[in-house]
Nanobody
């Protein structure tokens, strides 16, 4: 089991920045991917960014150049630095981890609202 706890959500004006954090614990040795997804009411959960064992990031086209994902070597923390935020970035953001054997885990989510 992997436990994931997100923090850092909130209300921010368009053009502003926000940094999300995800604290991971538990069975981390076989986690090979960690990332962030987001979801708005009535729509499915979509990938925002992920980072693999080699620290290679992948981003959704909609956030490229604005968001940066990073993590520590121990896989105990994953961050999402969000800049130039837009109203369409408003969503609940979820931390995600994937382990060998296709075991997938989710955090409880943190609300990000971009509004003036």
């Amino acid at each position: 089991q992997v436990q994931l706890v997100e923090t850092g959500g909130g209300l921010v004006q368009p053009g502003g920045s926000l940094r999300l954090s995800c604290a991971a614990s538990g069975r981390l040795f076989d986690v090979y991917s960690m990332g962030w997804f987001r979801q708005v009411p009535g729509r499915g959960r979509e990938l925002v960014a992920r980072i693999d064992l080699s620290m290679n990031p992948t981003y959704a086209d909609s956030v490229k150049g604005r968001f940066t994902i990073s993590r520590d070597n121990a896989k105990t923390n994953v961050w999402l630095q969000m800049t130039s935020l837009k109203p369409e970035d408003t969503a609940v953001y979820y931390c995600n981890s994937v382990s060998y054997g296709a075991r997938e885990y989710w955090g409880q989510g943190t609300q990000v609202t971009v509004s003036s």
